[in-house]
């Protein structure tokens, strides 16, 4: 079955300083990968995927994400973190054995320090 | 365009009761799923429903059941409500069904507590 991990239930990073959340994946086939953000209150937002391509994707409010077919991974960027960055970060697989759902990680919480 | 909208917010219930939850899509999207959030667990997908079918179903019991309307709305329902049923509900809303749409579009959620 398709999965992704997200080792790190807590990311702690100072403003100013790059972040990195870490996803990886298990995928039969080619993978589909996405990342959501959920702010506090809220539901789930979309800020970029990976379908084929660049294995670096850009997305929204600064973010981007790395692909790496060795390492099976698909970590998370931004070079500059914002307190406004704080939120729950999710990893999401799309599972085409199950008519395409998309399957997401536990989430990791990134706080933001100013 | 308005978004993604769940009714109601927080709900609380006690065990054996029922519930209902409800989704109203973004206007032209025809897809709408459900997921369970719990702290423990991360988002678990209930189901997916496109053209008032349901089209595919996660690892749920029957307990958990859903609709879809002619006009995209969905339900969703809980039947025997059970303590570990308590979590916040999402749904999420996209213009074709996932595996073709990858961007879904997520509600605020229902919070439910059952006591």
């Known amino acids: 079955a398709q999965s992704v991990a997200q080792p790190e239930d807590q990311v702690n990073v100072a403003e100013g300083n790059p972040l990195t959340v870490k996803c990886t994946y298990s995928?039969?086939?080619?993978?589909?990968l996405f990342w959501y953000v959920q702010y506090p209150n809220r539901g789930l937002q979309f800020l970029l995927k990976?379908?084929?391509?660049?294995?670096l994707v850009k997305g929204s409010y600064g973010f981007e994400a790395e692909f790496n077919k060795s390492q099976t991974s698909f970590h998370l960027k931004k070079p500059s973190a914002l307190v406004s960055d704080s939120a729950l970060y999710f990893c999401?697989?799309?599972?085409?054995?199950?008519?395409?759902?998309?399957?997401f990680g536990q989430g990791t919480e990134l706080s933001v320090k100013p | 365009k308005a978004g993604v909208t769940q009714t109601p917010r927080y709900l609380i219930k006690t065990r054996g009761q029922q519930v209902t939850l409800s989704c109203s899509p973004i206007?032209?999207?025809?897809?709408v799923s459900w997921y369970q959030q719990t702290p423990g667990q991360g988002l678990q997908f209930l189901f997916e429903?496109?053209?008032?079918?349901?089209?595919n179903k996660g690892n749920f019991p029957g307990r958990f059941s859903g609709r879809q309307f002619s006009n995209s709305r969905s339900e969703m329902n809980v039947s025997t409500l059970e303590l570990g049923d308590s979590a916040l509900y999402l749904c999420?809303?996209?213009?074709?069904?996932?595996?073709?749409?990858?961007?879904?579009?997520f509600g605020s959620g229902t919070q439910l507590s059952v006591l």
């Open positions: 990976y379908i084929t391509g660049d294995n």
């Open positions: 995928v039969s086939g080619n993978p589909y």
């Open positions: 206007s032209g999207h025809r897809s």
């Open positions: 999420a809303s996209s213009l074709v069904r996932q595996g073709l749409d990858e961007k879904l579009f």
């Open positions: 999401a697989v799309r599972d085409d054995n199950q008519g395409g759902k998309l399957i």
């Open positions: 429903y496109f053209s008032e079918t349901q089209r």
